[in-house]
């Protein structure tokens, strides 16, 4: 008979009216979430993006940019983390520079990273700075081997 009642012990949370008005609290907790989705007027309700793996990667590569080129000088960085707010844009080519000043789109990529990994210079600089310094650390490790080791002294 119970179970076909329609008044059970949840009966009032189903069926009750909403209150007419939200605490000060609740109503300050939804301005600051909905705050959050955007950078605010100042920077035009720039929406925070969804972070995928290539996002990451690209930032990755933007962070490092002062390591890939050695004549090439770039403040240091004092981020720690991925910005909340940016965008990616396209570069639009201009059709006065369609001779001499355009990537053909063969050559054209999706990401920075797969740009990157295409250019043969930097693959050819990476390759060589990277060797170096495997050959320094096993330098280093080499004649760590050599060293005396000290006494306990109490």
Known sequence: LL???IVTPDFEKNYCVPPYRESKYQLQKKRRKERQKTAGDGWFGMKAPELTDELKNDLKVLKMRASM???RFY??????GFPKYFQIGTIVDNPADFYHSRIPRKQRKRTIVEELLADSEFRRYNRRKYSEIMAEKAANAAGKKFR???KFRN
């Open 3 to 5: 179970q076909k009642a």
């Open 69 to 71: 080129d050695p004549k």
């Open 75 to 80: 403040k240091k960085n004092d981020r720690d």
């Open 148 to 150: 005396k080791k000290k």
